[in-house]
Each structure stands twice: as C-alpha cells, then as structure tokens.
C-alpha cells in the first residue's frame, strides 16, 4: 500500500463515458478506486464510519464534477485529492482535536531496530490509532501518499515546519507507543 | 509531490514509510455502491439543471441570431431526430428490422458526409474538439461491436446509437460551423456545402 496504490490509470473512453454520466463507466471508477480512497480516508478520520462517510460524500462530488476534469493532471491525483479533501474537512467539522498537538521530544533511536520494523500490522495499527488524528493524518500523507511538506501545510492550514515537526514527532510517539504496548482504540481495517 | 521534501531532508524514516506501506487496504463494509448507484438519477439532473439547461439556451440563443447571416442553405444540415427511422418515412408505425437498418445505414452516412464537410472548414475551440474526440472515440468503440454483432437484431441498437453520436457530433460541429461562418461570411463559399447533402 503506497501513493502507487493510488496511480491507477482509467482508460480516456471509460472517463468520456463518465462524464456523460454511464452508470457502468462511474462503477467502473469506483470499484477500481475503492480500496486506495477508502483506507486514504479510513487512515485520516480514523473509524470506519466516518471513513465511509468520506468516501461517500468524495464520490458523489467525483460524479458531480467529473464533466470539470480536464485531463490536465492523472486523474488519480485528482481524486485522491477530493478525498483528502474531503477527510480533513470532516475532521475539522467533527473534532477541534483535528488541532491538538503532541509533545513529543525527539530521542535518539539507537542501534536497535524502529519497533515498525518488528510490529505486525493490527499492532502497527492499533499504534496509529493513539496517535491524535492530525499528527496521523500528516505523517501518513508525507509518509504513505508522498505529498511534501508544502502540500501538507496547504492542505491542513498550517506551516511547513509544523507539517516537519508532525512527522518528526509522530514518528517518536508511534515508537514509544509501540515500545510501551500503549494501546489504542482500535483502527483495524474492516476488510 | 515533485521533487519531494527527501532533497531538504535527507533522512527521511524510511522503514517508517515502509512499515506504514505494507499495512493492508480496507474496503468500506457493506459495499457503498448500491448507495451511490441510487442518488445518481439525481445528481445527473441536478448537473442538467446547472450546466447544459444554461448552455442549451445560450446556444439557441446564438443560432437564432446568428443562422440569417450564415451563408449555409438551411436544408444543408441534416434534420436531426431522436428516431432516426421516423425521418424519412413519417407514416410508418414500427419499420421492419431490415428496413430501420438501412434507414440507419443511409442516414449514417449522410450525417458523416455532413460532418466531413463541416470539420474541414470550422475551427474547433479546444473545449469542442476535446468533446468531439470523445464523440469520436465511441463511434470507434461502436464500430467494433459493430464488427462482431451476428445478424441484424445484435446490430440494430448499435447503429441506433451510431446515429445517435453521429449526431451528437454533428451538433458539436455544426455549432462551431455556425460560429465560423458567421464571422467569415464575405470569405465563406456556400456552394461546397451545399453538395454535401
């Protein structure tokens, strides 16, 4: 699972057919994006309602405004960013935590290896889920969907630094919640 | 995304990246496409009501002013109907397969000459030209099932709706046309359309 989860190309006949508003060719687009646009918006809001909340309400706006898509960028890029979009908006509308910031010192690893690099995937994702939603939102879009720092700081409002400090202190506390077994509200995946 | 924060940072967590990568992807639970499938009735007129009503009138508008100053006969377009077999034989009920098949053949091909003719002498905005190439490429997508549809009951709705983009095209043409004509009207030469038809 990474940013190239997301680079799926649709065939340009299949996006005319959506534009003109083919049932069949906006299924098309869904089932291929439905998988990346969900755990997006899953890893971002944190609960499998809300992320199918996004993921809903993301949809409908591709099908709305897919007679607007030019073709001048991938049109993966374009709909990863209305999800995106649409996560970080339904966490400000939802939580004020959106904002909450961590503390985190940075300390110095050590030879030891990261504790991700030991952790299975439901201990890494319970890990994720103590992490406040912003910092998680950051670090998995610097981290997993390879936006920069600028982008990121566009997107949520913020400074660049602070998107550098997120990732950097998220980093330390996903350590420290992995380290101390500090487990969390589950953020399993559903599926 | 481009050129990425690695060239100010050079020490990215890489096994964090890689760690966080490999955690499987999810999908929503229960499927939300039914749901999706549902409001889309609705959301396609609300885009209707926004975008091609304001349009359809705007283009009237601009035929209805500019069709006395064009130099094009108005018997040079093709009539345009949503039945396609109805326009050359307004009394008949319900054509014979074979008969809507070869009504369809000859207005197909009318409409093409049509459109040839009107393709090489208007200018295309980019917005048309991009509207037409897709036009284009399903009557493309067409003619390939028409390549393998088995007697004339697989291939009768596929040349209705050959007619059909044909004539879609034609409108996204014929707009253009009346656009350049109209502002070309000294230069324009009327007689080449007029064989057309």
Request: aromatic share 6%; glycine share 4%; proline share 7%.
């Amino acid at each position: 699972m990474s940013a190239a989860s997301f680079q799926i190309e649709i065939p340009e006949l299949v996006l005319a057919r959506a534009r003109r508003g083919d049932a069949r060719a906006l299924e098309q687009i869904y089932r291929a994006f439905e998988r990346p646009a969900y755990t997006l918006a899953l890893r971002i809001v944190g609960d499998a309602d809300n992320a199918r909340e996004v993921m809903h309400d993301a949809m409908l706006r591709l099908i709305e405004r897919i007679a607007q898509f030019r073709g001048d960028a991938p049109f993966w890029g374009w709909l990863r960013q209305i999800v995106v979009n649409e996560a970080l908006m339904r966490l400000r509308r939802e939580r004020g935590a959106m904002f909450e910031d961590i503390d985190e010192r940075e300390e110095p690893a050590g030879d030891a290896p990261a504790p991700w690099v030991l952790a299975d995937a439901a201990r890494l994702e319970r890990a994720l889920g103590g992490l406040p939603a912003l910092t998680r939102s950051v670090l998995w879009l610097y981290h997993v969907e390879e936006y920069t720092h600028q982008e990121i700081a566009e997107m949520t409002g913020k400074s660049v630094s602070f998107s550098k400090s997120q990732v950097a202190r998220g980093g330390v506390r996903l350590r420290r919640l992995l380290d101390n077994e500090e487990v969390a509200p589950c953020l399993a995946a559903t599926a | 995304m481009s050129g990425r924060d690695s060239l100010i940072d050079p020490s990215p967590d890489t096994t964090l990246a890689a760690a966080l990568r490999a955690l499987p992807e999810s999908a929503p639970q229960p499927d939300l496409w039914p749901e999706l499938a549902q409001a889309l009735p609705q959301r396609r007129r609300r885009r209707v009501w926004r975008y091609v009503l304001p349009a359809a009138i705007a283009a009237g508008v601009a035929i209805a002013l500019l069709m006395p100053r064009s130099p094009v006969r108005e018997d040079s377009a093709p009539p345009v109907a949503s039945n396609p077999a109805t326009v050359s034989s307004p009394t008949a009920t319900q054509p014979a397969p074979a008969q809507e098949l070869t009504q369809l053949h000859q207005r197909s091909q009318t409409l093409e000459r049509w459109i040839a003719a009107v393709a090489a002498r208007a200018p295309q905005d980019s917005r048309d030209l991009m509207a037409a190439v897709e036009v284009e490429d399903l009557i493309g997508l067409v003619d390939v099932q028409l390549g393998g549809a088995r007697g004339d009951a697989d291939a009768l709705p596929l040349w209705r709706q050959r007619v059909a983009l044909l004539e879609d095209l034609a409108t996204i043409r014929g707009t253009a046309f009346a656009l350049a004509e109209n502002g070309d009207a000294e230069r324009a030469n009327p007689a080449s359309l007029n064989l057309v038809n």
